[in-house]
């Protein structure tokens, strides 16, 4: 698909033109139009081939200059500015942007002082402590970069789980496409929804299996063919990870499906578990002496045979979820079908992409009944935050829109955390609010007793009903705020203000591990895209995987509330 290379290319230029303190905004545009991209479901050039430029500008973010742009990458596979920009800039900001702390213009200095255009060079020159004596650098920030490299190196390639899941569903639907398959699933830790991906693994059921490799390794997304066989077959994808496809006998599905989705811990453990009933568990069967007694049967069958609840794939990370299924009591998790709206939403008044009214369209588009818009405020100077006039007039804007949907808007805001604590308006245009969200985004290096009380009375202020993105962190790019989860938890407890699952794909904040910490203290939580345009909408299962995966059901969620109780639990 043309759309991650396009997204590629303008994030790159973006980070070329962010050098230039003048040339800011129009670096800001190709950051725009890079992350619409990214976000877009549709193939880019099927866009293009269906409606030309006119449907490129459909696109959000995408104005005429932009579109133009993507026409001359599309047909002639260049891009002139961009071929130009590079020669000016043989950095690889691609590779700098994996790095914490790192920035387009720290990279400038560097390539102009001493010649450093990736990672590699990067490390070699800070250990031959060369970096220390740049002006702008010394010492520590020296230090500094060593700890951030080391990190990249640990995390290693793993892509986003929104990556690995969309491409994952390309390639399922590419095959069933063929008729060549009669069966094809998604398994690995994409189908346990881990946030990020090592590589996708997919099983199929064919009669055809050398016919159904050649056509795997023919995928538009294929870069490179890394093992051909005829059970299973590795290729490298242009999103840069490795996919694996495997033919698996008919009457070995379920027990293939229940082995190769994993974990590997929650596998050795259910393994064990099959020696002590004198079975044998392979991916082939369930085998009691030479015969596999699962022959046939789906990977439920498995559980059950061995004494166990059914266990959501979610769940099986061998974090007690096998002492549960044991004692009958894993619980009803939550489904996105429980979802009943979504209440982090921007519009272009601040940093979104799309009106109001588009958000509106959209969102009704989701089945929901309500959703909130929560713009940001003045604090937040680079994504345009209202101050609290803006506020009250755009708040007659929804009022005046109400009638027109059959969709109840909550007016709402998501208010900076200042430095002290205290919130970034007025105290009595956040009463006049429906849904206030309150979020940490800047001064963000506090140590643990700091940043926990900060967050602390913010609660405290008893104006706050969802606290944003919990620990500020980006996956692969940014650590958490240094910060007590439990002690915030238990204030957010006594505030009724719900813990945020924010869903956009970097996100993912609170994380899985941080819902099953704060979840021992009976927290509520709200589960939010934070779109910034139409597309947005989509990351809400991101969310709820994520959720599945800290055990929650639909009882712990604000947003599976009707209206009335959500009103009501907003009300305090
Ligand atoms: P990833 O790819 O790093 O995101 O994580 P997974 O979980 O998808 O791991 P992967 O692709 O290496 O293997 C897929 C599943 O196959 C894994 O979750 C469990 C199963 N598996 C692979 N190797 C082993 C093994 O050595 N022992 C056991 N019990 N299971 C394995
Ligand atoms: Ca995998
Ligand atoms: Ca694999
Ligand atoms: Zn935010």
Same mark, same amino acid.
């Given at each position: 698909?043309?759309?991650?290379?396009?997204?590629?290319?303008?994030?790159?230029?973006?980070?070329?033109?962010?050098?230039?303190?003048?040339?800011?905004?129009?670096?800001?545009?190709?950051?725009?139009?890079?992350?619409?991209?990214?976000? @877009?479901?549709?193939?880019?050039?099927?866009?293009?081939?269906?409606?030309?430029? *006119?449907?490129?500008?459909?696109?959000?973010?995408?104005? *005429?200059?932009?579109?133009?742009?993507?026409?001359?990458?599309? %047909?002639?596979?260049?891009?002139?500015?961009?071929?130009?920009?590079?020669?000016?800039?043989?950095?690889?900001?691609?590779?700098?942007?994996?790095?914490?702390?790192?920035?387009? #213009? *720290?990279?400038?200095?560097?390539?102009?002082?001493?010649?450093?255009?990736?990672?590699?060079?990067?490390?070699?020159?800070?250990?031959?402590?060369?970096?220390?004596?740049?002006?702008?650098?010394?010492?520590?920030?020296?230090?500094?970069?060593?700890?951030?490299?080391?990190?990249?190196?640990?995390?290693?390639?793993?892509?986003?789980?929104?990556?690995?899941?969309?491409?994952?569903?390309?390639?399922?639907?590419?095959?069933?496409?063929?008729?060549?398959?009669?069966?094809?699933?998604?398994?690995?830790?994409?189908?346990?929804?881990?946030?990020?991906?090592?590589?996708?693994?997919?099983?199929?059921?064919?009669?055809?299996?050398? &016919?159904?490799?050649?056509?795997?390794?023919?995928?538009?997304?294929?870069?490179?063919?890394?093992?051909?066989?005829?059970?299973?077959?590795?290729?490298?994808?242009?999103?840069?990870?490795?996919?694996?496809?495997?033919?698996? &006998?008919?009457?070995?599905?379920?027990?293939?499906?229940?082995?190769?989705?994993?974990?590997?811990?929650?596998?050795?453990?259910?393994?064990?578990?099959?020696?002590?009933?004198?079975?044998?568990?392979?991916?082939?069967?369930?085998?009691?002496?030479?015969?596999?007694?699962?022959?046939?049967?789906?990977?439920?069958?498995?559980?059950?045979?061995?004494?166990?609840?059914?266990?959501?794939?979610?769940?099986?990370?061998?974090?007690?979820?096998?002492?549960?299924?044991?004692?009958?009591?894993?619980?009803?998790?939550?489904?996105?079908?429980?979802?009943?709206?979504?209440?982090?939403?921007?519009?272009?008044?601040?940093?979104?992409?799309?009106?109001?009214?588009?958000?509106?369209?959209?969102?009704?588009? #989701?089945?929901?009944?309500?959703?909130?818009?929560?713009?940001?405020?003045?604090?937040?100077?680079?994504?345009?935050?209202?101050?609290?006039?803006?506020?009250?007039?755009?708040?007659?804007?929804?009022?005046? @829109?109400?009638?027109?949907?059959?969709? #109840?808007?909550?007016?709402?805001?998501?208010?900076?955390?200042? /430095?002290?604590?205290?919130?970034?308006?007025?105290?009595?245009?956040?009463?006049?609010?429906?849904?206030?969200?309150?979020?940490?985004?800047?001064?963000?290096?506090?140590?643990?007793?700091?940043?926990?009380?900060?967050?602390?009375?913010?609660?405290?202020?008893? @104006?706050?009903?969802?606290?944003?993105?919990?620990?500020?962190?980006?996956?692969?790019?940014?650590?958490?705020?240094?910060?007590?989860?439990?002690?915030?938890?238990?204030?957010?407890?006594?505030?009724?203000?719900?813990?945020?699952?924010?869903?956009?794909?970097?996100?993912?904040?609170?994380?899985?591990?941080?819902? @099953?910490? %704060?979840? /021992?203290?009976?927290?509520?939580?709200?589960?939010?895209?934070?779109?910034?345009?139409?597309?947005?909408?989509?990351?809400?299962?991101?969310?709820?995987?994520?959720?599945?995966?800290?055990?929650?059901? &639909?009882?712990?969620?604000?947003?599976?509330?009707?209206?009335?109780?959500?009103?009501?639990?907003?009300?305090?």
């Amino acid at each position: 698909m043309k759309n991650v290379e396009l997204s590629r290319i303008f994030n790159e230029m973006y980070y070329m033109l962010s050098t230039d303190e003048k040339a800011r905004f129009e670096a800001l545009a190709y950051q725009r139009a890079a992350r619409s991209i990214e976000s @877009l479901q549709d193939d880019i050039s099927e866009i293009y081939e269906k409606e030309g430029i *006119k449907g490129l500008m459909g696109i959000p973010g995408i104005g *005429k200059g932009l579109a133009e742009h993507i026409q001359e990458y599309l %047909t002639t596979g260049k891009l002139n500015k961009y071929e130009e920009l590079k020669k000016k800039f043989p950095i690889d900001f691609t590779e700098f942007s994996s790095m914490e702390g790192f920035g387009p #213009k *720290k990279a400038m200095i560097l390539y102009e002082q001493l010649g450093i255009t990736n990672i590699a060079d990067l490390k070699k020159a800070a250990e031959e402590h060369k970096i220390r004596n740049i002006p702008g650098f010394g010492e520590k920030s020296e230090a500094l970069i060593l700890k951030n490299i080391s990190m990249v190196a640990a995390t290693g390639s793993r892509i986003l789980l929104s990556t690995g899941l969309n491409e994952a569903r390309n390639i399922v639907s590419y095959l069933l496409a063929q008729k060549v398959v009669s069966r094809c699933e998604i398994a690995g830790s994409t189908r346990r929804m881990r946030e990020t991906v090592g590589d996708i693994d997919i099983l199929v059921i064919s009669d055809q299996p050398g &016919k159904v490799m050649d056509l795997f390794t023919g995928y538009k997304g294929v870069k490179s063919t890394v093992v051909k066989g005829e059970s299973k077959t590795t290729v490298l994808l242009d999103i840069g990870t490795t996919c694996d496809l495997r033919v698996i &006998k008919p009457e070995s599905f379920g027990s293939a499906m229940q082995y190769f989705t994993g974990s590997k811990d929650h596998n050795i453990k259910v393994r064990k578990i099959a020696i002590d009933h004198n079975y044998k568990l392979n991916e082939y069967g369930l085998y009691s002496g030479n015969e596999n007694i699962m022959e046939g049967k789906g990977e439920d069958a498995i559980y059950r045979e061995l004494g166990m609840d059914y266990i959501p794939p979610e769940m099986r990370e061998d974090r007690g979820e096998i002492e549960m299924a044991l004692s009958h009591k894993i619980p009803e998790l939550l489904e996105l079908s429980d979802i009943k709206g979504d209440l982090h939403l921007h519009t272009k008044e601040s940093d979104g992409m799309n009106t109001t009214e588009e958000m509106i369209t959209a969102g009704m588009k #989701k089945h929901y009944d309500y959703i909130a818009i929560t713009n940001h405020s003045k604090n937040l100077r680079i994504a345009h935050g209202m101050n609290d006039d803006q506020f009250m007039e755009y708040f007659k804007q929804i009022d005046s @829109l109400s009638d027109k949907y059959h969709i #109840k808007i909550l007016k709402g805001a998501e208010v900076d955390i200042l /430095k002290d604590g205290s919130l970034d308006l007025d105290d009595n245009t956040l009463k006049s609010m429906d849904v206030v969200i309150a979020s940490v985004h800047m001064d963000t290096n506090m140590n643990t007793d700091e940043m926990t009380d900060r967050v602390i009375n913010a609660v405290k202020t008893n @104006l706050v009903n969802i606290l944003g993105h919990p620990t500020g962190r980006l996956i692969n790019e940014r650590q958490p705020f240094q910060l007590d989860l439990d002690e915030v938890a238990k204030y957010c407890k006594e505030y009724k203000t719900a813990m945020e699952i924010n869903a956009s794909p970097q996100r993912l904040d609170l994380n899985d591990e941080n819902i @099953l910490k %704060t979840s /021992k203290h009976g927290v509520y939580y709200s589960i939010n895209t934070d779109s910034h345009n139409i597309y947005g909408y989509d990351y809400m299962e991101l969310g709820v995987g994520t959720a599945r995966r800290g055990w929650l059901t &639909k009882n712990n969620v604000i947003n599976t509330m009707n209206l009335q109780d959500l009103i009501k639990f907003l009300k305090k």
